[in-house]
């Protein structure tokens, strides 16, 4: 029996209910971070003391870039699980894209938007 080179429809469903759960996640977070972005940039302390003030200058600076750093990460996971649609679509979802062979079930649960096999991204670091 010859090995199987792509999922069933059936099978693709359930990765894509996966997804698009992760993906509705994705975005609730983003949104909550984009606040708190929002928020953080609109917090000005009425303090006067200066050594006080640039304390928390420097702390709100951080923690603005911190949560920059997160939404980022999150958009570029939220593109990716959208990609990951978009395979799903074309029916190349779970074919790893260095050796052509199937993606485990087990990986693309834990991964769904992942694009390699185990072997191959051990194989690239």
């Known amino acids: 029996m010859s090995e199987k080179t792509k999922y069933s429809q059936d099978e693709l469903k359930e990765f894509e209910e996966l997804i698009l759960d992760k993906l509705a ?7 909550i971070l984009r606040e708190s972005l929002t928020r953080s940039s609109d ?12 304390l928390e200058d420097g702390a709100d600076t951080a923690e603005k870039e911190h949560l920059s750093q997160l ?3 999150q958009q570029k996971f939220i ?4 990609n990951a649609l978009v395979r799903i679509k074309n029916g190349t979802y779970g074919v790893c894209s260095d050796t052509g062979k199937l993606i485990s079930k087990e990986r693309l649960r834990a991964v769904p ?3 390699q096999c185990i072997e191959a991204k051990l194989n690239r670091k």
């Open 43 to 54: 917090g000005v302390s009425g303090d006067t003391f200066g050594s006080v003030k640039t």
């Open 113 to 115: 938007h992942t694009t």
């Open 25 to 31: 996640k994705a975005k609730q977070e983003l949104t």
């Open 79 to 82: 593109i990716n699980l959208e």
């Open 71 to 73: 939404a980022a990460r």
